[in-house]
């Protein structure tokens, strides 16, 4: 059994065995499966990307996916509602297993039995088209109503990210990693298994290769039989750390062996959020999955749109997303080999305000070649490319960036400052932050986005273009403050526990 404690000097590794293996030897039962659990989930959460972006893209088109933001938010604030009310009344054990299980079984159920018969269901083209032209305002509705069944899986799939990474792995590490270990383990975390990532590309690349033999090879299909595998591989591993590492013998013994000591008092659902809402502390991490959610959304939708224009169809822009999710592992590795230690070295502030400066330098120059593209013609034709596949490149390179330093320094940075709170607001604390928090800002996303789309009666994202490019610089600028002020209040909770 571990617990939390604030005092404890780890033992001193020399300098080459910090940088490449900062883990001793009676940590590895621990640190191992907990690694192969997140690669499992993050293999997962690639693929489902994958899938939903490729079929709701083609399927809907990208100025869909910001009403889709909008109604992720309901979503979550539903499954907040129903998990604070469980975590009351069932074992934190099994609560992974019914969750999990549920996410599974929708899954299945999408990938087995509704997709192979989309066609006989869903709306006909033409009448959606037919639809558009006679509500021109709200026209980008009418493919997500006509295409239900991929819109219900693309909002099924998006919550895997925020509940079983965001919610479940992370609150379950921070409840079994002391502090002095989670500065090593965290960013090992990531470098292990964001491996993940390059085989859920190489997979998603060798199923499209498949396809192109023989269709019977659906790459969707195939895909989905991989995720079903890989959930129940996750529930075996997470239940041996239980048994083996942690020491239970039945589920229901595993809130009193994760906590020193259990919750005082189980508040009801709204006098959680009115002791959330009272944090200042918890305001400040949300500010921070604020701001990278809704920059890296807006910059997102952006550049799925170029990527649709260039690959429109479902099993090359599936393709071409794994491809892109192999250099997201690659360049998300690379980083957190070299950025690693940022916060052992240089402190909590420094490596937190890692993201936001790489959003910021990132996100300039992919709005300023959208805007700016007629003066960069003849470069473009010097290149041997079109200005399309530039804007497809540019993009691809400002989110596999962005991407690779939220894996690398947002997260590890963010979920060690939960860590110095007390349990109930680590629990139901990060269960409302995280989850509501990342849906809020996919579904201010989808709200600014799509509320721009309706007024200006927009039939393409590149009108409100500008409008989204200011927003994101705006929320950059908050997003540093919020990461100043918090680092204040994080020392002060670690000094006051030394």
Request: proline share 4%; net charge positive; hydrophobic share 50%.
């Amino acid at each position: 059994m571990t617990h939390q404690t604030a005092n404890v000097t780890p033992q001193v590794f020399t300098k080459l065995r910090r940088m490449l293996w900062p883990i001793h030897r009676d940590e590895l039962k621990k640190f191992l499966p907990m690694t192969l659990m997140m690669f499992f989930m993050l293999f997962n959460y690639t693929t489902l990307r994958n899938i939903k972006d490729s079929l709701i893209v083609t399927d809907a088109g990208p100025e869909a996916i910001p009403f889709l933001k909008a109604i992720i938010l309901p979503f979550s604030i539903l499954f907040v509602t129903a998990y604070a009310k469980f975590s009351n009344t069932v074992s934190r054990e099994r609560l992974f297993y019914i969750i999990l299980g549920t996410f599974l079984a929708m899954y299945m159920a999408y990938i087995l039995v509704l997709y192979p018969h989309r066609a006989t269901y869903h709306l006909d083209p033409q009448t959606i088209l037919d639809l558009k032209a006679a509500y021109p305002n709200i026209q980008h509705i009418f493919p997500l109503i006509g295409c239900w069944s991929t819109t219900l899986f693309y909002l099924a799939a998006e919550l895997w990210g925020a509940i079983v990474i965001i919610l479940l792995f992370w609150q379950f590490a921070n409840e079994t990693t002391e502090i002095h270990q989670a500065r090593r383990f965290y960013s090992m975390f990531g470098l292990l298994s964001h491996f993940a990532l390059i085989g859920a590309g190489w997979t998603g690349n060798y199923f499209w290769q498949l396809n192109k033999i023989d269709h019977h090879h659906d790459v969707f299909i195939y895909s989905g039989y991989v995720i079903i595998v890989n959930g129940l591989i996750i529930m075996a591993i997470y239940r041996w750390i239980n048994v083996k590492v942690l020491g239970t013998k039945d589920a229901s013994d595993q809130d009193q062996v994760l906590s020193q000591k259990p919750i005082k008092t189980k508040l009801s659902l709204k006098e959680s959020f009115k002791y959330i809402l009272s944090s200042k502390y918890l305001g400040f991490i949300a500010l921070l999955v604020l701001g990278y959610g809704l920059c890296i959304n807006l910059t997102g939708i952006m550049w799925k749109k170029q990527v649709q224009m260039q690959f429109p169809k479902a099993e090359d822009y599936f393709n071409f997303m794994s491809s892109f999710a192999m250099w997201v592992g690659y360049i998300t590795i690379a980083l957190i080999f070299f950025l690693k230690n940022t916060v052992e070295r240089f402190g909590w502030y420094k490596g937190a305000m890692v993201t936001p400066i790489m959003l910021l330098m990132t996100a300039v120059p992919f709005f300023a070649f959208m805007f700016f593209s007629e003066q960069t013609q003849g470069l473009v034709a010097w290149m041997g490319t079109t200005p399309l596949m530039s804007a497809v490149i540019i993009g691809g390179a400002q989110q596999i960036l962005s991407k690779s330093a939220k894996y690398s320094m947002f997260d590890p940075t963010k979920e060690m400052a939960y860590i110095p709170l007390d349990t109930e607001l680590k629990v139901k604390g990060k269960a409302a932050v995280d989850v509501t928090g990342y849906s809020f800002a996919k579904a201010c996303g989808g709200y600014i986005s799509g509320g721009l789309l309706v007024i200006l009666a927009a039939a393409d994202l590149m009108v409100i273009a500008p409008y989204l490019a200011i927003i994101v610089i705006a929320m950059i600028v908050i997003w540093c403050f919020a990461v100043k002020r918090l680092s204040q209040m994080y020392y002060g909770l670690i000094n006051s526990k030394a």
